[in-house]
């Protein structure tokens, strides 16, 4: 299997004093976005400290019993998702005035209560190597940003191979969702991904999903459009029928014009 090395995104320029290197840093945000639907960002805001203490968390949460899991709730956990909504709105925010609108429409789109946090472990399958941790799909949000250790396990389908990506533990990988796919009109690619086991060692990572309210309406920002426009809701019910009937996501397809 290929090993890739990610687009590697230095967010600290979008922070610069220097126009040039704010506008530098946003295009290549938004060319990751269109040639590969996959990114990583470092100096990306969030505290070392936090991202070390969610993995420490996250690791003993999945060491207890299943009963003890349901009154498991820190005050780390939620401090660790503010700082990636932020960092998803800021994200986002890049994205959407690439195309000429304005974030503040966006983050009235995308409020709190409709993201969520995902805490993922994959147990070690010394059985086979080709047993998956995660089916291949695309991500059903906006985008999604994720913190992994350095076990590996994650592919991505790029120029129609399936391409490993090269754990990096000091950057956060963001990957294009559905929706984003749908309101660019195909500028921003949502690309299949999976996630295979380890023989060897359990996997941890930590997703973070921008998504809209279930009765927001989702339609392209540009005109002739390549997607009918649905509502967020319409589009998760559609493909919990696709996985019953056929057994997988079908997704956007079924929404192009």
């Known amino acids: 299997m290929e090993e890739c090395q990610l687009p590697l995104i230095d967010l600290r320029g979008l922070g610069s004093r220097d126009e040039r290197e704010r ?16 990114f990583q960002v470092v100096n990306h805001g969030i505290n070392p400290g936090l991202v070390r203490k969610m993995r420490s968390e996250q690791s003993r949460l999945f060491r207890l019993p299943f009963d003890d899991k349901v009154f498991f709730i820190r005050e780390v956990m939620v401090e660790f998702a503010a700082a990636m909504a932020e960092l998803a709105g800021t994200l986002a925010g890049v994205l959407v005035e690439n195309l000429g609108h304005s974030r503040g ?36 949000d906006f985008l999604t940003i994720l913190s992994q ?19 990096n533990q000091d950057a956060l990988i963001v990957n294009i969702g559905d929706l984003f796919q749908a ?25 973070y999903f921008l998504c809209p309210s279930y009765e927001t309406s989702i ?12 509502t967020f809701g319409e589009y998760r019910s559609q493909i919990q029928e696709q996985v019953k009937k056929y057994g997988y996501k079908i997704g956007l397809p079924s929404f192009r014009l």
């Open 23 to 38: 506008a530098a840093c946003a295009a290549a945000i938004c060319r990751a976005s269109s040639e590969w639907g996959f």
């Open 105 to 140: 429409d966006f983050e009235d789109i995308c409020q709190e209560s409709s993201c969520f946090l995902r805490l993922n472990r994959y147990p070690a399958c010394p059985t086979s190597p080709e047993v998956f941790g995660l089916v291949p799909h695309t991500d059903s």
């Open 149 to 167: 250790d350095e076990v590996g396990g994650l592919q991505l389908m790029k120029d129609s191979r399936w391409v490993a990506v090269k754990p």
């Open 183 to 207: 309101w660019s009109n195909d500028i921003y690619k949502s690309v299949e991904h999976k996630v295979m086991a380890n023989a060897k060692m359990e996997r941890y990572s930590i997703a």
């Open 219 to 230: 339609g392209s920002c540009r005109e002739p459009s390549k997607y009918r426009k649905f």
